[in-house]
């Protein structure tokens, strides 16, 4: 397949995941580009400008939320279509949020390749995307803390049922819901990390204001 644009940018911080839809991309004949967080995003955007971004949503340094507001303030990148990968960002307000910050498509995981590729796709065959006016800084860090609070909510909640369960479970049953319990304290320490950060930016923006 002769791509006549840019490379995808695939922004994703889980190597495999990240592997896999890079090879499911390259096996179309579409050049990829990869990146781990948002950060490396922006330096991969600023070397070789993409034909698109597909990028996780929970991610260290600077998440997908993130990434894409900077994408769309910017005047040489908010014409980049933006399609969002997550399994932790799912409920409809998370939905509506990114679909407000000018994202194309938003795809739950784990992600069904057909969809994926077909998605893919029409954004690239549909021409420059027809985006929403940029949030202005105000309104992206309102929405974008209710998102980081709620997510926070659900993984403590979640947190405690496993660790509630892990004490009834049988031993051969307690190593999967161990990893799962792993997994989410390393996501709620990402979300609060995150959410420590943006409490920062919304403090000097008072204060400066």
Do not use: C, W
Request: charged content about 25%.
């Amino acid at each position: 397949m002769n791509v006549p644009y840019g490379p995808i940018l695939v922004v994703e911080d889980v190597p495999n995941i990240r592997d896999l839809l890079a090879v499911t991309l390259r096996f179309k004949g579409y050049p990829v580009i990869t990146a781990v967080n948002g950060e490396d995003a922006i330096k991969r955007i600023t070397e070789q400008r993409p034909a698109m971004v597909i990028t996780d949503i929970l991610m260290p340094k600077m998440d997908g939320f993130s990434l894409m507001h900077r994408l769309r303030t910017d005047p040489k990148t908010n014409q980049i279509p933006v399609v969002f990968l997550s399994a932790t960002y799912v409920t409809p307000e998370d939905k509506a949020f990114a679909i407000s910050l000018g994202a194309a498509r938003f795809l739950e995981k784990p992600v069904d390749t057909e969809e994926f590729l077909l998605t893919v796709a029409e954004i690239l065959t549909q021409g420059p995307p027809t985006v929403p006016p940029p949030m202005s800084q105000k309104e992206f860090y309102q929405g974008y803390r209710e998102r980081l609070e709620s997510k926070l909510r659900h993984k403590n909640s979640q947190i405690t049922r496993t660790e509630r369960l892990l004490k009834t479970l049988p031993d051969e049953q307690k190593p999967s819901f161990e990893a799962l319990l792993e997994e989410a304290r390393n996501h709620r320490k990402q979300i609060e990390i995150e959410l420590n950060e943006l409490y920062e930016i919304i403090d000097q923006n008072q204060q400066n204001g």
